[in-house]
């Protein structure tokens, strides 16, 4: 992770920066996510320290020793370890520059301000132009309120577009830090002219003009940018805050109920939209500078993430997060950025550090339920969730959060209940919700319930949003294979797998659907290239291994049924479906198919005389 030098990390981000205001809007456009429900009042359970949760290497006595384990960690993209390691070898060495910036840049990723902003003082001893290295300093500059020392740092620092843009923002803050509005606004006004950068112009210096009262250039610069960007929440927030305290709160409910017709569950949006329902009052969206250079970071960290360059995201939010520490949305993107890295006990630590207040914190517990699973502590997952649940039992997410896990685990009675639970909270379903039924469906399925599964696909199927074609294609192939591996329907189950290959034509799955179909259908050659396609984007799937099999025997491809049966065994099927494959591999997929039909015709004589 490591290698790259920092100022190849901030050229390749920053090249986004100027392809145009649709990527850039993404920095400031924060993701519906995962966070349905509104904050509890209560506190929420005490989620284990992330000390606790995984072992923390300790540093080895010799610099080799650690210089390995650091790169090693760092490219894993362990960033705790990897800080760990450099901690040490910060403390060791002092003379090495490259080994002095990859212990800066690991210090950053890992949020430990501490010890970066003094590899970064370390840093520009040797090298004054270092972009990186003067930005954290300013940034911890502005967080002192040593809003000239940071103007003049980022004026050192920034340099081209690679990093003009950060530097601009930071330094309209500092202006304003310092109380100098003109010199604050034609700050950002620098900006103007750049197709690219016009909704970072007209954003920040919305929130400038309402910090320093500026209140008629906040209300045009605020409407130009909600223009400009209506489903980005930042945006959207900012000004229905602003409006409200304009007294305009007709207005601020128009923007934040426009926004809920896109996501419609957004619970930041959701609470302000019913404090200001309830006539109560809402906060400026930046109330400091501190606040407001924070958004800056933030944003920009939002940029890298939709990049794909993970590291510079980390660096900007754990900036942002340094300069407000109680940045709900900035500790919920870094969570979901430290999840996605696996690094799930750090995600864990960040997800409990959102505010209490915050209505992001109920969303929050709910992920930390999951990522305790991830982590295997399985018994502290499900009480994790089911205190949650014993707090609130309307909490719809947890009831879910439990259902998946539940799922997960083939606790198929257990999901179906909980699913149960969670669609009776619905009120009347809409189509956010045709997972729920998705998922308690297969759950049915998997339980022998077909008729009640049937009922839940049908109705998922129903509530699927023409948005969601994949949505839509899952829903159709499951019922479609369990029509034809039933053997009923047929024909539908068939028409429904077409239908689904037309939306997801790269699906494995799908596809391997299609050649089972065919396979029901006596079309056995069709059959065969369909499964053959099939196993190139799925060559370790036991079902898929194991239709090809199929196959393959009904047209006279016995020693390569044999082979994919095998694979199929290898390659951990289920306990019937192993049984089945073993006795295919025995005796041969005719007689093994008659032995269960007279199996399963003993079971249904026997079932008769007990009366069913």
């Known amino acids: 992770m490591f290698a790259r030098q920092p100022s190849d990390h901030i050229t390749s981000f920053m090249q986004i920066l100027i ?8 920095a400031v456009t924060i993701n519906a996510g995962p966070w349905g429900g509104a904050a509890s009042a209560q506190a929420a359970p005490e989620a284990p320290r992330l000390d ?11 610099v080799a020793g650690n210089f390995l384990a650091a790169h090693v960690a760092g490219f894993a993209g362990d960033t705790t370890a990897s800080a760990t390691f450099y901690r040490r070898l910060f403390d060791m060495v002092t003379d090495d520059p490259a080994l002095l910036e990859n212990a800066f840049i690991a210090f950053l990723a890992d949020g430990d301000m501490s010890y970066a902003l003094r590899a970064a003082e370390r840093i520009l001893e040797s090298d004054p132009g270092n972009s990186l290295a003067q930005l954290a300093q300013a940034v911890g500059d502005i967080r002192e309120g040593r809003f000239a020392v940071a103007r003049s740092r980022l004026e050192q620092g920034g340099r081209g577009n690679t990093a003009d843009l950060t530097a601009t923002l930071l330094r309209a803050w500092a202006y304003a830090g310092s109380g100098l509005e003109e010199d604050a606004l034609l700050t950002v006004d620098r900006l103007e002219g750049e197709a690219g950068y016009e909704i970072f112009r007209l954003y920040h210096g919305a929130l400038i003009a309402s910090f320093l009262g500026e209140t008629e250039i906040a209300r045009t610069r605020f409407s130009a940018a909600l223009e400009a960007q209506p489903s980005a929440l930042s945006i959207v927030d900012a000004y ?13 409910i128009a923007a934040y109920e426009d926004f809920l017709e896109t996501f419609p569950r957004h619970p930041i949006a959701h609470a302000n939209l019913e404090a200001l329902r309830d006539d109560k009052s809402l906060p400026r969206a930046v109330s400091s500078v501190n606040e407001g250079a924070s958004e800056v970071l933030y944003g920009l960290g939002s940029v890298g993430i939709s990049d794909g360059d993970d590291l510079i995201a980390l660096i900007y939010l754990r900036l942002a997060i340094h300069l407000a520490p109680a940045h709900d949305m900035a500790l919920a993107t870094l969570a979901e950025l430290l999840e996605s890295r696996a690094q799930y006990a750090a995600a864990i630590e960040t997800f409990n550090a959102i505010p209490a207040a915050s209505p992001l914190q109920s969303g929050a517990q709910v992920d930390i339920g999951m990522l305790l699973e991830q982590l295997d502590r399985k018994a502290d997952a499900v009480a994790h969730l089911e205190a949650l649940i014993a707090r609130d039992a309307q909490n719809r997410e947890a009831h879910v959060a439990l259902a998946n896990i539940q799922r997960m685990r083939r606790n198929f009675p ?22 729920l039924f998705f998922f308690r469906g297969a759950s049915l399925e998997r339980m022998g319930e077909w008729e009640r599964a049937e009922a839940d696909l049908r109705q998922a199927l129903d509530l699927v949003p023409d948005t969601s074609p994949l949505g839509e294609a899952q829903i159709l192939n499951y019922l479609g294979y369990s029509w034809v591996d039933m053997d009923i ?21 799908i ?18 290239r369909e499964l053959e396609r099939a196993i190139e984007h799925l060559p370790n799937d036991p079902v898929v291994n194991d239709h090809l099999g199929d196959v393959y025997w009904r047209v006279g491809r016995r020693l390569e049924a044999r082979f994919q049966w095998e694979r199929a065994l290898a390659n951990d099927p289920g306990e019937d479906d192993r049984e089945m494959i073993e006795r295919k591999l025995e005796i041969g997929l005719d007689e093994a198919e008659a032995d269960s039909r007279k199996s399963e015709a003993g079971e249904a004589t026997d079932g008769a005389r007990e009366g069913g």
């Open 511 to 528: 596809i391997d659907s299609l050649g089972w179909a065919y396979f029901k259908l006596g079309r056995y050659e069709d059959a065969v």
């Open 19 to 26: 392809r145009g205001a649709a990527v850039l809007a993404l």
């Open 414 to 435: 257990e999901a179906a209940e909980a699913y149960t639970r969670a669609i009776a909270l619905l009120g009347d379903p809409g189509p956010g919700d045709w997972t």
């Open 489 to 509: 329907r047929l024909d539908e189950g068939y028409t429904m797998i077409q239908r689904a290959i037309e939306l997801a034509p790269d699906d494995g799955h």
């Open 52 to 62: 606790d949760l995984r072992e923390i290497p300790y540093p080895a006595r010799s």
């Open 240 to 252: 229905a805050r602003f409006a409200a305290r304009d007294e305009r709160t007709d207005e601020a």
